[in-house]
């Protein structure tokens, strides 16, 4: 697995220096870019972890910087870094999907707070994109018969109806719901009714 950096875009390399000191202080783990043309010219989409980023900069802005972000499909919870009049602009980014916007000036705590708070989001986001993963894995390993099981087993069908609705035998449905059981780790239908919502969300 990649590791978490918050990454600090700022065309200010006196801020760039202070927020990378006091990331560290805190332990959270840090690059620092001077710019958003900089950044976008080596991010990857597997990157993991959050973007500390300034709306107003020369060249590239901030603004600009998010959107292309968005139009890569980059999930990395943005933060952005605001002066008083940029907060109209800050709260558009928001309704766009950014994580959060601070105003200058902001107390350190608060800022290192909030990029521990969108570090652990974005970690979240990557379990449940690997346990999505993997519970897909598990279903293309289900054959079409055990698919259609699965199905009426997740109406709540009993394996009578089931048995009748598939014109096969009491003992066929339950061998294919056992099977079904293993091939998903499930121990219930209920269980398998949870997991398959996961896949869904």
Known sequence: ?????????????????????????????????????????????????????????????????????????????????????????????????????????????????????ALAFDAERQRAAASRETIGARLSTLTQREREVMDLILEGKYNKVIADQLSISMRTVEAHRSRIFDKMAVRSAVELAQILTTLRN
């Open 1 to 117: 697995m990649n590791p978490a950096f918050a990454h600090i875009i700022d065309d200010d390399d006196a801020i760039r220096d202070a927020l990378q000191w006091l990331f560290k202080t805190r332990g959270v783990a840090c690059r620092t870019w001077e710019g958003g043309e900089q950044f976008l010219a080596a991010w990857q989409p597997e990157w993991h972890g959050c973007i500390v980023l300034d709306i107003r900069m020369a060249g590239m802005s901030g603004l600009e910087c998010f959107d292309t972000l968005l139009s890569r499909g980059s999930q990395l919870p943005v933060i952005f870094i605001t002066g008083h009049g940029d907060v109209p602009m800050a709260v558009a980014a928001l309704k766009k999907g950014a994580f959060h916007f601070i105003e200058k000036p902001f107390k350190d705590h608060d800022l290192v707070d909030l990029v521990e708070k």
